[in-house]
T-cell receptor, first 113, second 113 residues
Framework: AQSVSQHNHHVILSEAASLELGCNYS??????LFWYVQYPGQHLQLLLK??????LVKGIKGFEAEFIKSKFSFNLRKPSVQWSDTAEYFC???????????FGTGTRLTVIP | ETGVTQSPTHLIKTRGQQVTLRCSSQ?????VSWYQQALGQGPQFIFQ???????GRGNFPPRFSGLQFPNYSSELNVNALELDDSALYLC????????????FGPGTRLTVL
């Protein structure tokens, strides 16, 4: 069975600090990987996705993620966070032969001005 | 905004009642997936509809059922409501199954008393 682990439940950073949120998945086959963000009071939005090719993917708002197949990881990074990045971040996996997303439990990011 | 709409926004029901939630998919999308997001958790896959047929189901009992209409809008029905059904119900649409990205609506907050 597939599963997704997000190790950080709540991360608190000051503005301009660098961010890295961990995501590990368990699945033996080929996967698609996603990061979604949920800003306070808003719906889930796609931040970035990896299907194939360059394992370093860039998304919106300066976010990027790196797929490391040997570590089953897809960590999210941003070199300098802003107060407006305060949100809940979800990592999700979709096996390419399946049709549903498996989500992690989410990481709440609080950025202090 | 993704173009995926859901109604109603909020709903309060009592245990044992039945509820119907509605979702309009984004233009050009023929696939709708439903997820349940309990407080403090990531979304969990309920089922997916592709061209009016159920195309996969998560670990939810049969009292969770759905429909997809010719215009690709969808309904989620829950019978015999239980207290644990209280959650945010999310609808996501995509252009197809498998590798296609899912775009989420704002959700319906269901409270069961």
């Amino acid at each position: 069975a597939q599963s997704v682990s997000q190790h950080n439940h709540h991360v608190i950073l000051s503005e301009a600090a660098s961010l890295e949120l961990g995501c590990n998945y368990s699945y033996g086959g080929t996967v698609n990987l996603f990061w979604y963000v949920q800003y306070p009071g808003q719906h889930l939005q796609l931040l970035l996705k990896y299907f194939s090719g360059d394992p370093l993917v860039k998304g919106i708002k300066g976010f990027e993620a790196e797929f490391i197949k040997s570590k089953f990881s897809f960590n999210l990074r941003k070199p300098s966070v802003q107060w407006s990045d305060t949100a809940e971040y979800f990592c999700a996996v979709n096996a390419q032969v399946a049709n549903n997303l498996f989500f992690g439990t989410g990481t709440r990011l609080t950025v202090i001005p | 905004e993704t173009g995926v709409t859901q109604s109603p926004t909020h709903l309060i029901k009592t245990r044992g009642q039945q509820v119907t939630l509605r979702c309009s998919s984004q233009s050009g999308h023929n696939t709708v997936s439903w997820y349940q997001q309990a407080l403090g958790q990531g979304p969990q896959f309920i089922f997916q509809y592709y061209r009016e047929e159920e195309n996969g189901r998560g670990n939810f009992p049969p009292r969770f059922s759905g429909l997809q209409f010719p215009n690709y809008s969808s309904e989620l029905n829950v019978n015999a409501l239980e207290l644990d059904d209280s959650a945010l119900y999310l609808c996501a649409s995509s252009r197809g199954v498998g590798t296609d990205t899912q775009y989420f609506g704002p959700g319906t907050r269901l409270t069961v008393l």
